[in-house]
């Protein structure tokens, strides 16, 4: 195999890596908080439902924490094994928080397994709620390390590069890079947001399939009003995001706008196609693009002419940009339209067709993470640790990365289908209305 092999290969089982792991990443960073909420919700109210939903959401919860574990090392073992030559470059500098991400899984981990073991022993129902915030912290810290790390590989610094070695290395420097607060803020907030769309999706799917408890529609109504916060959330930092965009890495937001000469005044693309250089069939915002990159809408913004063309991303960003926002903005509308119809007790909200929707809000939820975690690492091509070191050089030249590709695929398989079935019959064994009326007799002490 040929070093041009072996970077195609790498990047694809790479890429396979990411898009899966993202998945249980997201669902890691995002249900503990909504664990957290739901059994606050329940000791506030004095409502069993919201603790029940904790409960059964906490059991859940661990599947996909073991998984994630597995697919999370596989990364790890990767950035060694297929990239070495940028290990060796900028490992010395990103070692902090790789570690820092380490210490806050197990910090989660830990009083995660407390929480769990601790059901019902607890007189003061508030005293078990406390086991929750540090379980919710580190899972949020978890993301916030490793989004450090890629944040770092868009805007390098802490560091003097002398004849192609890393000097006089400054960790904390690096780690808050120029790209770290808009990049941590936006991957922590749309992993909230996209948790309670998954959630709001399950909720809605039962309540589809028959099962009319007033469990499930609360279940529905918090979790979407969670994820309308966070989706507005969501938009504020992408905007911010933009504006990082415009100012450090000006070739990505050009190539994912399809903005090819620096003008004023500059439109945003939206859909559309390219044809010879030219592009059809697009929606065009008079003055947005401006507004995005610097809150002006008659700003001057970058364009692609001002590049060379071996360092211009591939174009095809750009359907991942509209893909991304296009959900988002469709995710806040539905999830807004519900709340609000809900508490104008507008009926159609209990529709079939309008159910439906909300099943389809958790799916796209995460295709739009992952359009955006692609738009985001195939937007820094050609680099992988920009303007210093190219993905072409940082590649392994072994030859049987095309062999490790196939057995990770079929290791993903196994956990991604092996998780799904666990899953399902771990919750069909026990549904709801049976664990509520267990619950009830355990309380009333009927154990006949």
């Given at each position: 195999?040929?070093?041009?092999?072996?970077?195609?290969?790498?990047?694809?089982?790479?890429?396979?890596?990411?898009?899966?792991h993202?998945?249980?990443?997201?669902?890691?960073?995002?249900i503990?908080?909504?664990?957290?909420?739901?059994?606050?919700?329940?000791?506030?109210?004095?409502d069993?439902?919201?603790?029940l939903?904790?409960?059964?959401?906490?059991?859940?919860?661990?599947?996909t924490?073991?998984v994630?574990?597995?697919t999370?090392?596989?990364?790890g073992?990767?950035?060694?094994?297929?990239?070495?030559?940028?290990?060796?470059?900028?490992?010395?500098?990103?070692?902090?928080?790789?570690?820092?991400?380490?210490?806050?899984?197990?910090?989660?981990?830990?009083f995660?397994?407390?929480?769990?073991?601790?059901?019902?022993?607890?007189?003061?129902?508030?005293?078990?709620?406390?086991?929750?915030?540090?379980?919710?912290?580190?899972?949020?810290?978890?993301a916030?390390?490793i989004?450090?790390?890629?944040?770092?590989?868009?805007a390098?610094q802490?560091?003097?590069?002398?004849?192609?070695?890393?000097?006089?290395?400054?960790?904390?420097?690096?780690?808050?890079n120029p790209?770290?607060?808009?990049?941590?803020?936006h991957?922590?907030?749309?992993?909230?947001?996209?948790s309670a769309?998954?959630?709001?999706?399950?909720?809605?799917?039962?309540?589809?399939?028959g099962?009319?408890?007033?469990?499930?529609?609360k279940?529905?109504?918090?979790?979407l009003k969670l994820?309308?916060?966070?989706?507005?959330?969501?938009?504020?930092?992408?905007?911010f995001?933009?504006k990082?965009?415009?100012?450090?890495?000006?070739e990505?937001?050009?190539?994912?706008?399809?903005?090819f000469?620096t003008?004023e005044?500059?439109?945003?693309?939206?859909?559309g196609i390219?044809?010879?250089?030219?592009?059809?069939?697009?929606?065009?915002?008079?003055?947005?693009?401006?507004?995005?990159?610097h809150g002006d809408?008659?700003?001057?913004?970058?364009?692609?002419?001002?590049?060379?063309?071996?360092?211009?991303?591939?174009?095809?960003?750009?359907?991942?940009?509209d893909?991304?926002?296009s959900?988002?903005?469709g995710?806040?509308?539905?999830s807004?339209?519900?709340?609000?119809?809900?508490?104008?007790?507008?009926s159609?909200?209990q529709t079939?067709?309008?159910?439906?929707?909300?099943?389809?809000?958790?799916?796209?939820?995460?295709l739009?993470?992952?359009?955006?975690?692609?738009m985001?690492?195939?937007?820094?091509?050609?680099?992988?640790?920009?303007?210093i070191?190219r993905?072409?050089?940082?590649?392994?030249?072994?030859g049987?990365?095309?062999?490790?590709?196939?057995?990770f695929?079929?290791?993903?398989?196994?956990?991604g289908?092996?998780?799904?079935?666990?899953?399902r019959?771990?919750?069909?064994?026990?549904p709801?209305?049976?664990?509520?009326?267990?619950?009830?007799k355990?309380?009333?002490?009927?154990?006949?």
């Amino acid at each position: 195999m040929g070093n041009e092999e072996a970077v195609f290969f790498s990047r694809v089982l790479t890429e396979l890596t990411l898009s899966f792991h993202i998945i249980y990443a997201t669902i890691g960073v995002g249900i503990p908080l909504m664990i957290m909420i739901a059994q606050w919700v329940g000791i506030r109210k004095n409502d069993e439902h919201y603790i029940l939903l904790a409960r059964r959401w906490a059991r859940g919860f661990v599947i996909t924490v073991a998984v994630g574990v597995v697919t999370g090392t596989a990364i790890g073992l990767q950035l060694s094994l297929l990239w070495p030559n940028f290990m060796e470059l900028a490992g010395n500098v990103i070692a902090l928080p790789l570690f820092m991400e380490t210490f806050a899984f197990f910090f989660e981990a830990i009083f995660l397994g407390i929480y769990l073991y601790t059901w019902d022993r607890f007189e003061n129902q508030k005293k078990h709620l406390l086991l929750l915030i540090p379980v919710a912290i580190g899972a949020s810290f978890s993301a916030v390390f490793i989004t450090i790390v890629n944040a770092f590989m868009n805007a390098p610094q802490g560091f003097d590069l002398v004849n192609g070695e890393l000097i006089n290395i400054n960790p904390i420097l690096a780690m808050f890079n120029p790209a770290m607060p808009t990049k941590v803020a936006h991957v922590v907030v749309t992993a909230y947001m996209t948790s309670a769309f998954v959630l709001a999706s399950i909720a809605a799917f039962r309540l589809l399939k028959g099962s009319n408890h007033v469990y499930h529609k609360k279940a529905l109504f918090l979790t979407l009003k969670l994820g309308l916060i966070f989706s507005i959330a969501a938009a504020i930092i992408g905007d911010f995001s933009g504006k990082y965009l415009a100012e450090y890495q000006p070739e990505k937001l050009a190539a994912a706008e399809w903005h090819f000469e620096t003008e004023e005044n500059a439109s945003l693309i939206m859909y559309g196609i390219l044809e010879d250089g030219e592009v059809k069939y697009a929606i065009e915002v008079p003055y947005a693009l401006s507004v995005l990159a610097h809150g002006d809408p008659f700003a001057e913004v970058i364009g692609l002419d001002q590049f060379s063309e071996d360092e211009i991303p591939p174009l095809y960003i750009h359907y991942l940009f509209d893909l991304m926002v296009s959900i988002g903005m469709g995710l806040t509308f539905l999830s807004g339209l519900y709340v609000f119809a809900t508490w104008r007790k507008w009926s159609f909200v209990q529709t079939k067709w309008f159910r439906w929707l909300l099943v389809a809000g958790g799916p796209l939820a995460m295709l739009a993470i992952e359009a955006g975690w692609w738009m985001a690492e195939v937007g820094r091509q050609p680099w992988i640790l920009r303007g210093i070191m190219r993905t072409e050089d940082a590649a392994t030249t072994s030859g049987q990365v095309d062999i490790m590709l196939v057995l990770f695929a079929g290791l993903y398989l196994i956990l991604g289908v092996g998780s799904v079935v666990v899953l399902r019959r771990m919750f069909r064994k026990n549904p709801v209305e049976q664990e509520i009326e267990d619950r009830r007799k355990e309380q009333e002490g009927d154990f006949s």
